[in-house]
């Protein structure tokens, strides 16, 4: 990086010209390819903090896509309606926890005995308190599935 006349700035472009700009932005020249040095370690450090934001949402999705296939397949094979709650230790997330709630009535959306919500949430419990706090990043996804009777004919069989 070449160094502008100001001390304080610096160019990111080995052959651009030196920049004559004031503190103020109004410069005389070309100002555009000079920057401050002092922000530049602030904005690599929000991006870490924000790559590592990205990966626990995307392990969360992850997560959450992986037990609503699961949930799905144990409603299709037993029509199992259980809700029921967790987390993730024994594949080394202790901080995400889950909770399943299925229901085929009516209120829910649901149609007894033909159509089941599943619905599955995935939560960062970063207070360790177990439970979702309004404040606490989560992931849900939701679904339907009608009951086929063919699905829980193969699962008893096979």
């Known amino acids: ?38 922000a530049r370690p602030a904005v690599h450090l929000t991006g870490l903090a924000n790559l590592d934001r990205i990966e626990r949402y995307e392990q969360a999705a992850t997560l959450c896509a992986s037990l609503l296939e699961e949930e799905m397949a144990r409603t299709a094979a037993y029509w199992d309606l259980s809700t029921r709650t967790g987390d993730f230790r024994a594949l ?28 599955v949430t995935v ?17 849900e996804f939701t679904t339907k599935m009608a009951r086929v009777l063919s699905y829980e004919y193969e699962a008893t069989v096979h």
């Open 92 to 119: 080394g997330f202790r901080e995400l926890r889950f909770s399943v709630f299925k229901s085929d009535k009516k209120a829910d959306g649901g149609i007894p005995g033909s159509l089941a919500v599943i619905r």
């Open 123 to 139: 939560w960062h419990d970063a207070d360790a308190g177990g439970d979702l706090d309004a404040d606490e990043p989560r992931t």
């Open 1 to 38: 990086a070449r160094r502008c006349p100001d001390a304080t700035r610096t160019s990111p472009h080995p052959s651009a010209p030196p920049s004559r700009t004031n503190d103020a932005g109004a410069g005389r020249g070309d100002d555009d390819h000079c920057h401050r040095v002092g």
